[in-house]
């Protein structure tokens, strides 16, 4: 057999795995559907609106429950019911109340794309930069684009550096003032 033969061979081979595992793939999650990129992409992004809506609805649920139970019973409820933590349900009641204005309602929505968990990230920054984010501006010489590229990791130690650096730059002003 020439060295062609075998290498037409193997690409057929590999061509019908893949195709095999198309169509396997296609009917377990595909609900028997023939694969289209736009239909997927825009179930995807979908799905990222739907699941900040819950963030915030899960939010406004345990600010009221918060409210109305007594002390202790809230951290049995968040741990039970909903299977979270006392952090996380802190910052997903800080998200609902920082995003209950109108003003950031519509910031949350260009920053819906950016997931769950870069949203929260982006807590520590002011109403204003988170805006101005979503505006097209920039939060710490960071775009909304480049922020969307980076890991929840990534963008959490860049914003830690971030506020570092302007502390240490506010300290340096304070000891100036002060001599």
């Known amino acids: ?23 396997m793939v296609m009917e377990q999650w595909g609900n028997g559907e023939v694969y289209n990129e736009d239909r997927w992409i825009e179930r995807g992004r979908q799905a990222v609106r739907q699941t900040m809506e819950g963030m915030f609805e899960l939010g406004r649920a345990l600010i ?10 809230f951290l049995d409820i968040v741990q039970q019911e909903f299977c979270i933590g006392k952090m996380e349900a802190s910052r997903l009641m800080r998200a609902t109340m920082r995003f209950a204005t ?16 870069k949203m929260l990230e982006l807590l520590v920054e002011e ?5 101005e984010l979503a505006d097209g501006g920039e939060v710490d010489g960071m775009t909304l684009d480049d922020v969307s590229r980076m890991t ?15 502390e240490a730059k506010d300290k340096i002003i304070a000891d100036k003032n002060k001599k």
């Open 127 to 131: 109403d204003e930069a988170i805006t």
């Open 102 to 117: 109108p003003q950031m309602q519509k910031a949350a929505q260009k920053l819906a794309g950016l997931g769950k968990s």
């Open 64 to 73: 009221v429950l918060k409210e109305h139970t007594e002390h202790g019973r």
């Open 1 to 23: 057999m020439s060295k062609e033969v075998i290498e037409h061979d193997t690409l057929n081979m590999a061509a019908n795995h893949a195709a095999m595992n198309s169509v």
């Open 152 to 166: 929840v990791r990534e963008l959490r130690v860049a914003l830690r550096e971030s506020r570092e650096t302007a």
